[in-house]
């Protein structure tokens, strides 16, 4: 697969152009995990050329980072391994915590669930609202003196606070959401990383799945995390499938599918984005992976920008984001 560069100078990290995002594989967005369905789908994403894989300790309350451990361990080499930590469940309930004395311990049992002695990317999950952001990093730096951990990383964030981050680090990746139904991270934070040579990792790039094309009203209802989403119900809902469908005929245009060209136009924004689709399908892998191989032309890129323009998708993912936060997405 065409590879695809995080970060710049000695910050930088070459993987695989798109990633595979392991959460589903753990978190129940998707059905009750399936371990051994999993283990084949990590080891056919690798055969397929992905080599980025990104979990986090929260994910199946670190049931994600064994899994991935254990899909991996024949094929450590291979493999370009992402973990986010600062995102706590515990009897306490859920939380964030980024205080620098408790992120050595975070990461040494991540290495431990990962079955392995370095990490490749490791991520601030989300910034404790408590605690400056480049204290943490400093944390988080000393890590990377160490040997525990290979590049940085942080995640949702402002353009303030990754240029903090920055004074105290170099960043390898910035990851949030962005795809053709989230367009706002455009305004701010991805001119910001580029400003600072940070790479841009967007999770949910295919918007929840709505771009794949295959959602139904019924799906949506019915997923924990879908139901929630303003841009997924009601009168937004109507909005954007107006949007997909235009979406949908441009893409039979051009012999691919609705999914694929929303992950090629994402490709297209830059050498310096990877995106981290998740499934549970290794066909779908295949598919997402064939997108890597889709050239848009500038000609193609300024249509789509006729047909779906940034500011006719409807809904906004506020409401959304501090649910999924309680939750610990």
């Known amino acids: 697969m065409e590879q695809h560069i995080l970060g710049t100078g000695d910050a930088s990290l070459g993987t695989s152009a ?40 929260s994910y199946g309350g670190g049931h994600n980072e064994r899994l991935l451990g254990r899909a991996l361990a024949r094929r450590r080499d291979e493999a370009v391994v992402a973990t986010k930590f600062g995102i706590v469940r515990d009897e306490n309930g859920r939380r964030v915590d980024g205080k620098p004395e408790h992120v050595r311990g975070f990461c040494e049992a991540s290495l431990q669930r990962l079955g392995t002695d370095v ?15 480049g204290e943490t990093v400093g944390a988080m730096a000393e890590l990377v003196a160490d040997g525990l951990v290979r590049r940085l990383g942080v995640s949702e964030v402002t353009p303030e ?26 305004r701010d ?18 918007g929840r799945g709505f771009l794949g094309g295959a959602l139904t009203e019924p799906d949506i209802a019915e997923s924990q995390s879908r139901s929630v989403d303003p841009r997924l119900n009601g009168e937004h809902l109507a909005a954007n499938t107006r949007q997909l469908e235009a979406l949908r005929a441009a ?17 297209a924004q830059g050498p310096d984005v990877v995106p981290i689709p998740g499934t549970r399908s290794l ?9 890597a191989g889709v050239p848009l032309s500038d000609a193609d890129l300024a249509r789509l920008d006729e047909l779906v323009p940034a500011e006719a998708w409807s809904g906004d993912r506020v409401s959304f984001a501090a649910t999924q936060l309680a939750r610990q997405s």
Request: net charge negative.
């Open 119 to 133: 990490i490749d990317l490791y991520y601030l999950h989300r910034v404790d609202p408590d605690v400056p952001i």
């Open 251 to 267: 893409a039979a245009e051009l012999g691919i599918t609705v999914g694929q060209l929303a992950l090629a136009w994402l490709l």
């Open 161 to 186: 606070q990754l240029a903090e981050a920055c004074s105290v680090h170099p960043i390898t990746a910035v990851q949030f959401e962005w795809s053709l139904l989230w367009r706002e991270p455009e």
């Open 18 to 57: 798109i990633g595979l995002g392991c959460m589903g594989l753990s978190q129940g967005y998707y059905g009750p995990p399936d371990d051994e369905k999993s283990l084949v789908l990590i080891d056919g994403a690798l055969d397929a050329g992905v080599t980025l894989f990104d979990t986090s300790m």
């Open 283 to 291: 066909d779908r892998v295949h598919e997402n992976v064939a997108a």
């Open 189 to 206: 934070v991805v001119p910001a990383a580029r400003r600072l040579g940070v790479g841009l990792v967007p999770y949910s790039p295919l």
